[in-house]
C-alpha cells in the first residue's frame, strides 16, 4: 500500500464564543504550519469560505503566500478556492504560479463549486452559473498551464492571445484538485484528469475511478484526499473533552448552511445533524458522522484502527485532518497534532 499523506487543514475561524484578536488569529495559525513542518507532516491544507461569523479565511493564495515564507519542505494546498465566486480564472492562475514560485514548487491548486446562498448572493452570482463558471475556469487554468498562447471563448469568458509569464516551479503545473461531493463532480474531475478533494465519504472514490475508466485514465495515478475531524487525546475522555464544543459548533454551521442550500441535494441526504446531541453527548452517539464519516477522536490506537478501517473500505492517498477545530486554543490542536506525529504517522509510514 502506498504511503498515505498525512496533512492538516488551517481554516483561520474565529467563532464569536471564542472570539480573539485576529492578528493572533493568523499569526499562530501560520506558525502552526511551521509546527506541522517540524513534526513531519506533509502537507498543510488551506478552507476557503465568506460572509460567515467566525471570518473563516476568505482568501487562500496570500494566506498560502504567507506560510510559504515561514516554511521549507511541507506543501501548501487550497482545499478549495471556490472558483465561481468572482474569481477570474486568469488572476487564479497568475497569484497561483507566484505561491508556486515563493515556496520553490510546494502549491497544490484545490479549486470548487461553491454552494452557500449567502456567498454567491454576496458576490452578486446566480448560483444557477455555478457549473458553467466553473467548467470554463478549469479549461482556462489547465490551458494557461500548459499552451504557449491560448485563446478562449465561453458563456461568461472570452479571451483572446493570453501568454503566462512567470511560469510555475512546477511543471508543466502545480497538481490540480477539484471538490468532489456526487456524480456530477466526479465525472468533471475525471474528465479533466484531475485530483480529487473530497469530504470522507467512502462512495467518493470508487464514482471517481469509475468515471476515471470511462475517460480512459488510470486510477493508480490520480489522487484522493478526505476530509476527517480528528482529536487525539492519551485518553478518549480527554479526546473528546478537547474537542467536543468546537465540533458542535462546526456541525451546527453546515446544518444552518444545507438549510439554507435546499437545493443541494446531496446536502439533504448525508449531511443534516439537525438530531445530534448535545456536546457533551457527542461521544454516546454510535451513528454520529461529519460529512458522511465518522469523528476520528480517541487514543492513538483508536486513530490508527480507524485510518486502518478506512483505507480498506476506500481508496484514500491524502488524508486531510482538520485538528484545529473553530474556536479551539492553537495549544490544544498543537498536542493533538504532537501526539499524531509521534505514535501514528510511524505505524502507517514503516
Known sequence: MAKLDFGLLLAFRNPPT??????????????????????????????????????????????????????????????????????????????????????????????????????????????????????????????????????????H??????????????????????????????????????????????????????????????????????LRLVSVAPTRDEAWANCQHHAHYMMDTYDKWLKEAADVKWFQETMSVSKMPPPEKLREDPNLTFFEAPLMVGTPDDIIEEIERYQKSSRVTHLVMWMQLAGMPSEVAEKSMKLFAEEVMPHFNK
Open 18 to 155: 471564542w472570539r480573539r484578536p485576529w492578528d493572533e488569529i493568523y499569526e499562530e495559525h501560520i506558525n502552526q504550519a511551521k509546527v506541522a513542518e517540524d513534526l513531519g507532516y506533509d502537507t498543510v491544507w488551506l478552507t476557503e469560505h465568506h460572509f460567515w461569523e467566525d471570518g473563516w479565511c476568505p482568501a487562500l493564495l496570500p494566506t498560502a503566500a504567507a506560510i510559504a515564507a515561514k516554511t521549507a519542505t511541507i506543501r501548501i494546498g487550497t482545499f478549495v478556492i471556490l472558483l465561481p465566486l468572482g474569481k477570474h480564472p486568469i488572476n487564479v492562475v497568475e497569484e497561483a504560479t507566484v505561491v508556486d514560485i515563493i515556496s520553490k514548487g510546494r502549491l497544490d491548486l484545490g479549486l470548487g463549486l461553491g454552494y452557500r446562498v449567502q456567498e454567491f448572493e454576496g458576490y452578486g452570482i446566480p448560483r444557477s452559473d455555478r457549473p458553467a463558471l466553473m467548467d470554463e475556469g478549469l479549461e482556462i487554468i489547465r490551458k494557461a498551464w500548459t499552451e504557449d498562447m491560448f485563446s478562449f471563448q465561453g458563456k
Open 157 to 226: 469568458f472570452n479571451l483572446k492571445n493570453v501568454h503566462l509569464e512567470p511560469q510555475p516551479i512546477q511543471q508543466p503545473h502545480p497538481p490540480i484538485w477539484t471538490a468532489v461531493m456526487g456524480r456530477k463532480s466526479a465525472k468533471r474531475a475525471a474528465k479533466f484528469g484531475f485530483h480529487v478533494a473530497g469530504t470522507g465519504g467512502e462512495n467518493l472514490q470508487q464514482m471517481y475511478d469509475e468515471e476515471l475508466i470511462k475517460n480512459n485514465r488510470n486510477p493508480s495515478e490520480h489522487k484522493v484526499s478526505q
